[in-house]
């Protein structure tokens, strides 16, 4: 069975657009992350595990995956180990890990390490994607700004590589906890018309 996985990310193309290609290079089922939540990202690391001998995995690159080095050394062994094939359609020419040979030792050292040492804690735990303070002071007045002038969510979103409703959760917290801030568009309230004579 050929699955491939469709990820919202501003770091890869539109969701609409990485679903063509897979399409395209003969996938089956088609599984499409959409709200980035736990829960979800768990069950989708748990379907990817427990694909078996002959099953193919096509993304569009490996950051359609949202894991972490040492996550995907260890899912990539976990294929080379149960016969997965999995095809990465970015580039030029699709890039092809078949699990026909040995395993590459580097790929073993890796999946070693990650296992003796997780990066996220329990495997599937879902990295958290921002901080608490994300954005600076002063990259939330810009930000601010964006919004004023009509830029949308999205457009700030990959400036600041957030997704759009990170970008309205910060606009909506930083309002309401930065009355005093200046705002460089705001009229000045101290400045004065003085009457010409």
């Not at 990650?114 to 002063?138: A, F, I, K, Y």
């Amino acid at each position: 069975m050929r699955y491939g996985v469709v990820r919202s990310s501003p770091e890869l193309p539109p969701p609409s657009v990485q679903r063509r290609l897979i399409e395209t290079a003969g996938c089956d089922i088609v599984l499409q992350e959409g709200d980035p939540q736990a829960s979800t990202h768990r069950s989708l690391l748990t379907l990817l595990l427990s694909l078996s001998r002959g099953d193919e995995l096509i993304v569009y690159e490996l950051e359609s995956l949202d894991a972490s080095t040492g996550e995907l050394a260890t899912l990539l062994r976990r294929f080379f180990e149960a016969g997965v094939t999995l095809k990465i359609l970015a580039g030029d020419q699709p890039e092809v890990l078949a699990p026909d040979g040995t395993m590459p030792r580097a790929l073993s050292l890796l999946a070693d390490h990650e296992t003796r040492h997780p990066s996220r804690g329990s495997p599937g735990q879902r990295r958290t994607r921002m901080p608490e303070t994300p954005l600076t002071q002063h990259q939330l007045k810009f930000a601010r700004d964006m919004h004023r002038r009509g830029h949308s969510m999205r457009a700030i979103g990959l400036l600041f590589r957030l997704t759009p409703n990170e970008v309205a959760r910060l606009l909506r917290t930083s309002r309401s906890g930065d009355a005093g801030d200046f705002e460089p568009d705001a009229p000045d309230p101290a400045a004065r018309t003085w009457p010409t004579t």
